[in-house]
Nanobody
Framework: QVQLVESGGGLVQAGGSLRLSCAAS????????MGWFRQAPGKEREFVAV????????YYGDSVKDRFTISRDNVKDTVYLQMNNLKPEDTAIYYC?????????????????WGQGTQVTVSS
């Protein structure tokens, strides 16, 4: 069992930055692929970013590429999402998720554990 707790969300103006954190507890964090997803009101869940166990492989959704950066600290059992140049369309609840898979995935169904989410609101 893995527990995931997100933090760092909030209200920011367009063009601003936020850094989300996801602290994991339970089973060995470094074994998991970690992903970030988001869901805006009335919309389907959207893949944001994923990182493999070592941090050596990352992948991003097209809408956040070149603006967001995912990273992890396997000593602190934490994954981060640095979000720069935020836009109003980035407004959503952001969730981190952990996957048993040894390969990265952009599909939510491949993730085994989810956090409760943190709200990000970007004003124009």
């Amino acid at each position: 069992q893995v527990q995931l707790v997100e933090s760092g969300g909030g209200l920011v103006q367009a063009g601003g930055s936020l850094r989300l954190s996801c602290a994991a507890s339970g089973r060995t964090f470094s074994r998991y692929v970690m992903g970030w997803f988001r869901q805006a009101p009335g919309k389907e869940r959207e893949f944001v970013a994923v990182i493999n166990w070592s941090g050596g492989t990352t992948y991003y959704g097209d809408s956040v590429k070149d603006r967001f950066t995912i990273s992890r600290d396997n000593v602190k059992d934490t994954v981060y999402l640095q979000m720069n140049n935020l836009k109003p369309e980035d407004t959503a609840i952001y969730y981190c998720a952990a996957s048993y898979s040894i390969t990265i995935s952009t599909t939510g169904q491949n993730y085994n554990y989810w956090g409760q989410g943190t709200q990000v609101t970007v004003s124009s």
